[in-house]
């Protein structure tokens, strides 16, 4: 699957509102279907870097034998979704020495998506792109 069709797919969550490919160590939009002028998806990437750097350096201050399987941001209108692309174990996760610096971010209508079922079906999309 290319990364388009991958996203479209994303989209097509009931509440989705935009979802990107992002580079956490640039900050750079890979690819992205949805936003608007309200959620700029190439505003958000730098920025959401930014995040996934600081969690894994307090990780690592912390020494966590752990992995990040995403990250949560919960506002009052919308769930912002942080999912790395790179497998580790069973699942994708952020490892402060791994290569991989992908991730995937979607946005969710709060009163119209399900978080789990967002989640989940992220997660198979994160399958489908990394593969």
Known sequence: M???DALREGMSMDGALGIAI????????????GGSSLLDLDVAGPALAEVV????????????????EDILVT???????IMPTEARGNGASFTAGQR?????????DRSRGNLALA??????????VRS
């Open 2 to 4: 290319n990364l388009d």
């Open 22 to 33: 992002v580079d956490y160590e640039s900050g750079f939009t890979v690819a992205k279907q």
């Open 53 to 68: 750097r600081a969690k894994l350096r307090a990780i690592e201050t912390l020494q966590l034998d752990d992995d990040i």
């Open 75 to 81: 506002l009052g209108a919308h769930y912002h979704i």
């Open 100 to 108: 991989q610096t992908l991730f995937l971010y979607l946005v969710l």
């Open 119 to 128: 989640r989940r079906h992220l997660r198979g999309i994160e399958r489908q």
